[in-house]
């Protein structure tokens, strides 16, 4: 199934977000995946007044959450009630210092990579969601005994913990997403596809201009639920690069 990261079009959600929904509408998709849920930055009241609005404009807009990208509250019931609001069952924890105690050098830090391991799974173990991780970069950093950062993570965490493989950050950080889509195996249950020169801070472009084989990273993730699109940044108009990306996933 097609969905597409909001955080695509961020600028234009906070300039008028009904517009912007009806358009990723008008392009075709019918499911997205919100972000920002769990926000340290609100309060409960507030977080579930924003989901609660946030609800009435994707009805009016006809689309369907696959997902969330979301931050840890203090009480993980408070994210569970945001994402019941929203019709989500499962959140990904796009960052370590979304989860309060880490920070981003946690993946650099085997102690502390350790203890956010411990601390996602037991999250993982606790709720009624779906919960789950989506990596970037940084996450492959190479520790002490050579290992990666990331690959200590997923063999240390609960087996209940979900896996969002972003496939332009790990070709970033020089790992082979499909190799790393046939270690997790059913864990992950959506992949991030996106295409261009795989640096952070340089602009996306579409699909087949850029150093990830999607091709092969389909072959690898037939099995995988949600193919979803994102833009982090580009120099194109982010709807016309999320259509010829969907088109062109489609087609692949």
């Known amino acids: 199934m097609l969905s597409v990261q909001l955080y695509s079009v961020r600028d234009q959600l906070a300039a008028d977000r009904p517009a912007t929904l009806a358009e990723l509408a008008g ?113 492959w950093a190479r520790l002490p005994d050579g290992t990666t950062g990331y690959d200590r993570f997923w063999q240390r965490t609960s087996a209940s913990l979900l896996a969002e493989l972003d496939v332009y950050w790990a070709v970033a950080a020089g790992a082979d997403p499909a190799a790393v889509l046939a270690t997790l195996g059913n864990r992950v249950t959506a992949v991030h596809l996106k295409d261009g020169p795989a640096e952070p801070g340089a602009p996306q472009t579409p699909i087949g201009t850029g150093r990830v084989d999607i091709p092969a990273v389909l072959r690898a993730a037939r099995e995988v639920p949600w193919h979803v699109v994102e833009i982090d940044t580009t120099a194109l108009d982010p709807f016309d690069l999320l259509a010829t990306n969907a088109t062109t996933l489609t087609t692949l």
């Open 27 to 139: 392009i075709g998709f019918g499911h997205v995946e919100p972000f920002g849920l769990g926000s340290p930055d609100r309060t409960p009241a507030e977080r579930l007044a924003a989901a609660r609005s946030l609800r009435a404009d994707l009805d009016a807009a006809g689309l369907v959450v696959s997902a969330v990208h979301a931050g840890m509250p203090g009480e993980i019931a408070e994210l569970e009630e945001e994402c019941a609001i929203l019709g989500a069952d499962t959140a990904f924890i796009p960052r370590p210092r979304l989860v309060p105690g880490f920070g981003e050098e946690t993946f650099a830090d085997p102690a502390q990579l350790d203890a956010f391991a411990d601390a996602l799974g037991a999250a993982a173990e606790s709720t009624t969601l779906r919960l789950g991780y989506h990596n970037h970069w940084f996450e």
